[in-house]
């Protein structure tokens, strides 16, 4: 058994511990093995060595995290604690020991894989041309694949990003939209257009997207082309027919590299009209140099309560 005393110098317990211990509560849950005893600035830790170091580790990331953000949420518990075991993954991996922080973005921010099937995204695509990433909403998928395909151009791996979706409604009738076709179109890509905005710094995102070293587009788009020397995601890929999709993964050049994400609980597809993203995980599963992550609701990071919500219509069917 090992004991370790942990000082809370530059952090109010309040802080550290959360309103009504709630922060406390939930790293004692996610380390049952761990006896946790908060007494005023200090926190003893009993239990097995290798228990104890990882919790104390976890522990000063939070404390970090207070550092840089003054304030630590219940949401930041999870996700460090998450965050910590797929690093310490990593750590384990000797081939893809640079892959920790996939990008620094703006403002400090330091894009990494969250959870054990994000790196499994990451790793995936090293060894693999094209890779399939399915899974419900929150869980990250589309957001590791942007900062994949972004470390990639900066990285020289690549000349240019090219990102597309279908432009499906998502089980709403929006009706007329005004403006140009950019304009009626964007409302579709719009979160691709978050993610690079947290990666790339505003003026050269700009430029990329002035010059066409990225490319946002919707995936009729795509038809007639060749996609070659690129990073190319597309997400959403549940709402493509089973002819978009074929075109698509047929536009594949000698020199890409392909991700393709989607959640196949959540196809905005007329009822009559069968989702090619389904399609494609059957028919393509055991072709060589093609990879398929299955996310699920452990992976989610967003609200707490988005991984209830995902377990409980689950649950339901």
């Known amino acids: 058994m090992k004991e370790k005393l942990i000082e809370l110098t530059n952090i109010s ?19 049952p093995k761990v006896k946790i005893i908060a007494r005023g600035n200090t926190l003893k830790l009993v239990g097995l060595e290798a228990d104890v170091d990882l919790l104390e580790n976890k522990i000063i990331s939070l404390i970090e995290h207070y550092e840089q953000y003054r304030k630590i949420t219940l949401n930041d518990v999870e996700r460090i604690v998450t965050q910590m075991n797929g690093e310490v993954m ?36 090293v060894s693999n041309d094209m890779v399939f990433a399915v899974g419900p909403a929150g869980t990250g998928k589309t957001y590791t694949a942007v900062a994949i395909a972004v470390r990639a ?24 939209l005004p403006g140009d076709l950019k304009e009626k179109l964007d409302p579709y890509l719009q979160p691709l257009y978050d993610a690079l905005r947290d990666m790339i710094a505003p003026d050269k995102l700009a430029k990329y997207l002035e010059d066409g070293t990225i490319e946002i587009a919707p995936l009729a788009f795509m038809r007639g082309r060749t996609l070659d020397n690129a990073f190319v995601l597309l997400d959403e890929a549940q709402n493509a027919t089973q002819s978009q999709l074929r075109m698509f993964l047929t536009r594949m050049g000698r020199t890409a590299k ?29 072709v060589k140099g093609i990879a398929f992550i299955e996310l699920d609701a452990t992976d989610v990071i967003r609200h707490r309560l988005v991984r209830s919500i995902i377990q409980a219509y689950s649950n339901e069917k």
């Open 13 to 31: 317990p309040v802080e550290m511990y959360g309103v009504n211990d709630k922060n406390l509560n939930e790293l004692q849950k996610c380390y």
């Open 153 to 176: 151009l900066k990285n020289k791996e690549v000349r240019k990003i090219i990102l597309t979706r279908p432009a499906v409604e998502a089980g709403e009738n929006l009706g007329f």
């Open 90 to 125: 990593l750590e384990n991996n000797k081939d893809n020991v640079h892959i920790d922080v996939l990008v620094f973005g703006n403002h400090g921010l330091m894009v990494k894989a969250r959870t054990p099937n994000q790196l499994k995204m990451v790793q995936a695509i």
């Open 258 to 286: 392909f991700i393709i994400t989607g959640d196949v609980t959540q196809i905005d597809l007329p009822r009559n009209q069968p989702s090619g993203l389904i399609q494609s995980i059957r028919v393509l599963k055991d």
